[in-house]
């Protein structure tokens, strides 16, 4: 009987998976060019994204190009047990399970880590992080590896700073066919899909608070007054902080906006941006969301450790009874919730930013013998690649610079 279940689990990864690729033709095409080429052959891969579909193929997509590759996930609530048991059946090792506990989670990141990979796919830094800790021993045999997120640069540049970071990284957020649709239509999309499917609440009329206003929380303002919020920005950067005033929210700190808000979300990257101060101020069941990667955001231990009193309410929704009486709802722990309470960002948006990642370490393992440094950015030729393709499965054309007008660009003497 258990083996009919695992059977059925695995079918049910292996359709989300081929759903997946049906719709993310960039990826698809870059998977066929390395079965041909086989640019990973021999290499060892180790994985650390939210292992869902799009991840996936993915994976599926450096298997094809001759890699051992070796899967785990980067968020405990974002695993998905049948897409996991899928890729099993596609010949990939994984060790990821759903709602693993935080000593499970270290553990499967280990696994990856033990097999010795020479490329490092990573979200939010755990696994390299995790590498330069335990495992020195292992990092001469790094090629290098990719970063996913925003966190994890920030996480990297700190260590390159301290003089810790020993292989290269190429910072995939940062390529603009990654951080213009991924971190703004893919966060923007994903967020309220995966709000409205845990709340069943209506956004049209409610007061949104978007913490931070980078290319997420752009994304995520957007759509919600494209739904019908009214929204308020909070920001510690003035350059943003103007942005989003004349893209015409309101802007004010968190303590002016704590009680306005009926539903909030985080998207910044930092810790402490929703404080227990903050939700003393809110207004009876406030919905409590987090977009960034590592659930720090919304003080979570403040609500268990603080809470007079705490009840599940929904699946993925807690809500805490406060000391003043009032309660709030948090969605998914506090962890990123587009993940931890929904699919993701769209399939067409991950065909794109997973294309980077590919194209990203095909590079790094065509330069391993160059000195390259510790902190890469993506070629701009890569991305134009990706463009260029992606502008061909969407049957558009552009036009091209004749020989007169890119003489006329690169000149002074015009």
């Not at 608070?209 to 752009?218: P, R």
């Not at 993940?339 to 790094?364: N, T």
């Not at 390259?372 to 558009?396: C, F, H, Q, T």
Request: aromatic fraction near 6%.
């Amino acid at each position: 009987m258990s083996e009919i279940r695992d059977m059925a689990c695995a079918e049910s990864g292996n359709r989300k998976i081929d759903w997946v690729e049906a719709h993310m033709p960039v990826l698809k095409s870059i998977c066929e060019d390395f079965s041909r080429t086989k640019p990973f052959e021999g290499v060892k891969v180790a994985l650390s994204v939210h292992l869902e579909a799009k991840t996936a193929y993915l994976a599926c997509v450096f298997r094809a190009g001759g890699a051992e590759v070796y899967a785990t996930g980067s968020n405990v609530l974002s695993t998905q047990d049948d897409v996991a048991a899928a890729l099993v059946t596609r010949g990939i090792e994984v060790f990821a399970w759903h709602g693993a506990t935080e000593e499970e989670y270290s553990h499967h990141l280990s696994c990856v880590l033990r097999v010795g990979p020479q490329i490092i796919i990573d979200d939010g830094g755990d696994l390299v992080n995790m590498m330069h800790r335990d495992y020195r021993d292992l990092i001469p045999g790094v090629i290098g590896g990719c970063e996913e997120t925003t966190t994890g640069i920030h996480r990297l540049i700190a260590m390159d700073r301290a003089g810790e970071l020993k292989f290269p990284m190429m910072l995939v957020n940062d390529a603009e066919m990654k951080h213009l649709f991924d971190n703004r239509y893919g966060t923007g999309q994903s967020v309220w899909n995966a709000i409205d499917k845990t709340t069943n609440l209506i956004v049209a009329g409610k007061q949104v608070v978007v913490a931070g206003y980078g290319w997420c929380g752009k994304g995520v303002a957007m759509r919600a007054r494209g739904l019908g919020a009214r929204v308020i920005v909070t920001e510690v950067d003035p350059v943003k902080a103007i942005e989003a005033v004349m893209d015409g929210y309101a802007v004010m700190p968190m303590m002016e906006a704590a009680p306005l808000g009926d539903v909030f979300v985080t998207v910044t990257g930092c810790k402490g941006v929703i404080t227990m101060e903050h939700m003393l101020r809110m207004k009876e069941g406030a919905i409590l969301t987090n977009a960034g990667h590592f659930n720090v955001e919304v003080d979570y231990q403040a609500l268990e450790d603080q809470c007079v009193r705490k009840e599940l309410r929904r699946e993925n929704i807690v809500g805490y009874t406060l000391k003043n009486g009032r309660s709030v709802n948090l969605i998914g722990e506090g962890r990123l919730v587009n993940l931890a309470a929904g699919d993701g960002h769209p399939a067409e948006i991950m065909d794109m930013s997973f294309a980077v990642q590919a194209l990203a370490a095909e590079y790094l393992v065509k330069h391993r013998d160059d000195r390259l440094p510790m902190i890469n950015r993506v070629p701009a030729s890569i991305d134009r690649e990706i463009a260029e393709r992606k502008l061909r499965y969407l049957g558009m054309e552009i036009d091209h610079l004749t020989p007169e007008q890119d003489a006329y660009l690169n000149s002074y003497n015009v």
